[in-house]
Every structure is written in C-alpha cells, then in structure tokens.
C-alpha cells in the first residue's frame, strides 16, 4: 500500500510525484518505457558522439515555469545552455526578424522591416515586465479559475486595461500586429512562435500564444539543457529519490482499480495490484485515460460522449541531422540563433496554416529548425553541428497541395517525400546543406507515437491549442481541473489545463489537488467537485432537442497514423 500511484513518468507525472513526496507521501511513478522522461528524452541516434533531443528541445516554458522554479532543478544536476540569439526568422527578400535576449537586437531587426518598430517593441517589452509573474502563476502555477494569481494580475492591470487585455487575448496575430507594427517583422515572430502549436496567424487565441513565447525567449531564451533534454527528468527522478519516491519503469499500467466510485490503485500489465490510500495521478492523454484505463462503466456517459469530440494536434514529422559543420546560412544573423523557423512571409505562414486546416499537406512547409551544437558545445564533436528540424503535418492527408499526391495514412514513401520537401526549404536559406549532412534519423508520426504514447499520431501538444479546448473546455467542457468523475484520480498530462509544453504545470496542479482533498477541508471540496461533475455530465433533457451538446452515437476516436491506443507514459515543449 502506498499513499499515490502516478501513471507515467513524463515531467508532469515527475512533477506531481515530487510535489506529493516534499509532503510526506509514500509515491510509486509507475512508466511503461524503460526510461523515464516521456517526450523529454535525448539519445544519439544519427552518428557516434552526436546527442539528438528525439521530442522537445529549447525549453522556455521550463525555464520560466513556477511549478518546475520550486523543485530547484539546478541544484539536481540541471545546467541550461542558451545560444548568442535566441531565434531568427529569414525572409526571401533578405531580411531576418530577430529575436534576441538584448531588447535593443530585436529592435534594430525590426527596424529594417519598418521605420519605428523597434521603439513600438521596446514598448511591447515594457508592458511585459509587470505582467510576467502573475500572469505565468495564472497561467501554470494555479487552479481554474486562477483566483489569487488572477486577483494579482487585475491589479496589475486595472479594469480598463484588463479589458484590453481581454481582448488582445481573442485576437489572431495578425491583427494584433497590424494594430502594433507597421512591418511584418514582429508579426513573424509572433507567428512563428504560435505554429510550435497548430494556431496559424488568424486563429483566435494565437496572438497570446505567440506573444508569450515571444516574450518568455526575450526574457530568459531559448534554452536547452547541457547533455541533452533528458538531463530534465533526470534531474526530477534524482530529487524524487533523494525525498523517498519511487520509480518503477518497465512498469505499463493495465487498468485503474476502481471501487466504489473511487480510484484505489492500478492494476499493471503483469497483472499486479498497486493500491493507493489517496490518489492516483495519471500523466496520460485522457482518452487513454478514460477509454482504456478506467473504462465506461465507472463514467458519466456525457463525458464519454464529449470525448468523440476531443480534438488532436497536428501531426508531427521530425529529421535529426549529424552536420559535418556549421549549417552554412545565406544570412549570417541565423547561424547565431538557436532556433531558425523557416517559412517565408507572413502570408506563406497563413498559406500553410490554411492547407493544414483542410487536411492537406503543406507545400512548402514551415519548418522548426534547432542547431543544437551552436546551443551546448556538448551535443556533437568539434567543428559539427547537431541540428533537427520539424514540421507540422495533417493526422490523416486528404491531399497534397504540393502536387507529390500524398493521401490517406503516413506510410514510408509519404514521410520521405515530406523529408526531401523539409531538406529542400533548409538549402533554399543555407545553399550547401546538403553537402554538410553526414546521417540523418527520421521520426515519422508512428515514430514519435511509438516511443511514447501520449504522442498520438504525433500530435506533440496533448490535443489542440485552440480556444475551444482551452480551460474549462480542456479535454472536454468542465471544470477545467485536474479533478475526474472519479473520486482520487486526477489528470495530469498535457491533455489538462494548462495544456502541453514543458513547464509541469498538469502534473503540479493535479497534486495541488490530490492534497488538499487529503487536507483538514478535503470532504468540503470532494463533495463540492463531485455534486458539479454530476450536474456537468448529467443527461441532456430528454425535451431538449436534438443538436450540439446532444448525446450521439458516435464512436470514440481511434489512434491515426497506425497504432492502437494504449496506455502511455507521460510526455513537450
């Protein structure tokens, strides 16, 4: 008997399990792999002595987030590296949006885009400042609703610009950068930082996105860690056990114990029982976790009926290269950059946003480039370069709008050609890449699911960033907190509030949680969520009519890009 199971030994499930040992629980992560990390994992997978990062790699969340600030990493064997920029944006015409830790480099950059945009981001910057703390508290750091860190961040604003904020929060970026820029320059940067997501540059919400990225690389980089990104979870299992915690990988849980409307444990693969005295935190996708793990017999049938609704991220496709120098850039500003996004215009931005909206794939994609040697020295021998790049992708192609005829599931041929696409969008920036690659290692959507689960159909964000699976709407309309239909099981991965990235903020809510419904006022607030869940998912009328928010027939979703779904590890960026 323990005191709390966590499923999956992701950075949420490490964070959760860490946060629970720091107040004298007795934890068990439990990891299907046979190494933990999830999508947090490094190896050298191109050539002998070159560290390819296999899913997340630059890390701002991380540095900034107030749930990993507390576990004090550094002190645990954590080291981040930053390159001398932190991302550059080249355009056809010769010019480079810019974004660097200097406000004054951004600035001067932008200045070549328009006359004036530089003083318009020095302001942009300054407005930023107050803002930080509360905002990421709001963001990462507390329960929906935010109460105190949003009573903060009011203050902060004031009614009148609250409501201006309000707004700027709704807008697409390119709306929010004709308001605030004459040049395209800022916008690039803004809508750039939104496609790490799949929120293009007039989606709803991606404005903020955008700009928080933005700003978050302004103010403490793009930074990755010294060895690799595995050096996170190493660093939390290394605490963990340093306070008593446990970690068994190689360990898949089968099933969680349900008994009585109450999560009691979980039962592994080998058949095993784990009971759990308070609670068990899954760090999975959560139709994983409602589907497979507990089961539609201890669930309110709306939920599950919500869940054929739920809404996956793009698909993924990722090339790790082993460079036998320098990327050789046409403009020298992007070989300082650790991040390079490749992409054209703003308006080649919203052009492949929109055919990833239709299910076709890009033709000329916008690629997510990181030259990791120019970031930590460590990564490859010297005078290389280790570097990756990654695109985005539909889950299921109903064509392509590059003419290569590409439809219907990812297969071999498909991801070669999207391969050779990416290469080609890479030497049009760099003339001599080509010649510079000595290995690359291709990750293909089926890739990335297989090495962990949570990535289904390589969807690295745990489900849409859009508004509509944001809050109280993430992963289906309710409280928006890591709180489940099932009394002492509590969601946190990256399908929760705040959603995906590397910043634990899943993994420190749900814990949150689990303590204070062991705590002095826990029958209060058990009783409290239980009676809301029940009139969240009680039965339509059966007046109502028939339409949205009815109760269909429709079946749940299936794992895309060939794979089942399973049961999962943890997991991004």
Not at 46 to 66: C, E, K, M, N, Q
Request: proline share 9%; charged share 20%.
């Amino acid at each position: 008997m323990t005191d709390a199971v966590v499923v999956g030994a992701g950075v949420n499930g490490l964070v959760a399990a860490n946060m629970l040992a720091d107040a004298g629980w007795d934890v068990v992560v439990c990891e299907a792999a046979g190494v933990p990390g999830g999508a947090c994992r490094s190896a050298q997978v191109t050539a002998p002595g070159f560290v390819s990062d296999l899913f997340s790699a630059f890390h701002p969340f991380a540095a900034a987030s107030p749930a990993l600030r507390r576990l004090d990493l550094p002190a645990h064997g954590l080291e981040w590296c930053r390159a001398p920029q932190v991302l550059a944006h080249p355009t056809p015409d010769g010019r480079c949006a810019l974004l660097s830790m200097d406000p004054a480099h951004t600035a001067r950059s932008l200045d070549d885009f328009a006359a004036g945009d530089g003083a318009a981001w020095r302001a942009l910057v300054d407005r930023w400042a107050p803002l930080r703390e509360p905002l990421l508290d709001a963001l990462f750091g507390a329960p929906f609703p935010p109460l105190r860190a949003g009573l903060r961040l009011a203050r902060h604003l004031g009614a009148a610009d609250g409501l201006r904020f309000a707004r700027f929060a709704a807008l697409g970026v390119r709306r929010f950068a004709e308001e605030e820029f004459t040049g395209e320059g800022a916008a690039l940067l803004f809508a750039g930082n939104a496609m790490h997501a799949d929120l293009g540059p007039e989606t709803v919400g991606s404005a903020l996105l955008g700009w928080l990225l933005t700003m978050l690389g302004q103010d403490v980089g793009f930074p990755a860690p010294r060895g690799g990104a595995g050096r996170i979870p190493e660093a939390l299992v290394n605490r963990l056990r340093e306070r008593g915690g446990r970690l068994r990988t190689g360990a898949a849980v089968h099933a969680v114990e349900v008994r009585g409307g109450r999560a009691r444990g979980v039962r592994l693969a080998d058949g095993s029982v784990l009971p759990a005295r308070r609670a068990v935190i899954a760090d999975v996708d959560a139709v994983s976790l409602y589907r497979n793990l507990v089961g539609a017999g201890h669930l309110p049938a709306r939920l599950l009926d919500d869940l054929t609704r739920f809404q996956w991220d793009h698909a993924t496709i990722k090339i790790n290269w082993a460079l036998s120098g320098p990327i050789p850039w046409a403009d020298p500003r992007c070989a300082q950059a650790g991040t390079v996004h490749l992409g054209g215009t703003l308006d080649d931005l919203s052009r492949t946003a929109a055919q990833l909206a239709r299910g076709l794939v890009p033709a000329d994609p916008f690629c997510v480039l990181g030259q990791m040697t120019t970031t930590d020295p460590t990564r490859s021998p010297p005078g290389t370069e280790s570097a990756w790049a990654y695109l985005h992708v539909p889950q299921l192609p109903r064509g392509d709008a590059g003419g290569a005829g590409i439809a219907g599931p990812w297969n071999d041929e498909a991801v070669a050609r999207v391969v050779e696409r990416a290469e080609r969008t890479v030497s049009a920036a760099a003339p001599g890449f080509a010649a510079r690659v000595l290995a690359r290692h291709v990750q293909s959507p089926a890739d990335l699911q297989g090495s962990d689960a949570v990535l289904r159909g390589g969807a690295v964000h745990g489900g849409t960033a859009a508004l509509h699976q944001q809050l109280v709407f993430r992963p289906v309309p309710g409280l928006g907190r890591p709180e489940t239909p099932v009394t002492g099981l509590y969601l946190g991965s990256m399908s929760a509030h705040p959603g995906g990235g590397v910043h634990g903020g899943p993994g420190a809510l749900a814990a949150r949680a689990a303590l204070r419904a062991a705590g002095p006022f826990g029958p209060v607030q058990r009783a409290t969520v239980a009676a809301l869940n029940r009139r969240l998912y009680a039965p339509s009328r059966p007046t109502a009519p028939a339409g949205p928010g009815a109760p269909t027939r429709r079946e749940p979703p299936t794992a895309p890009s060939g794979g089942t779904a399973r049961p999962s590890p943890g997991r991004g960026r």
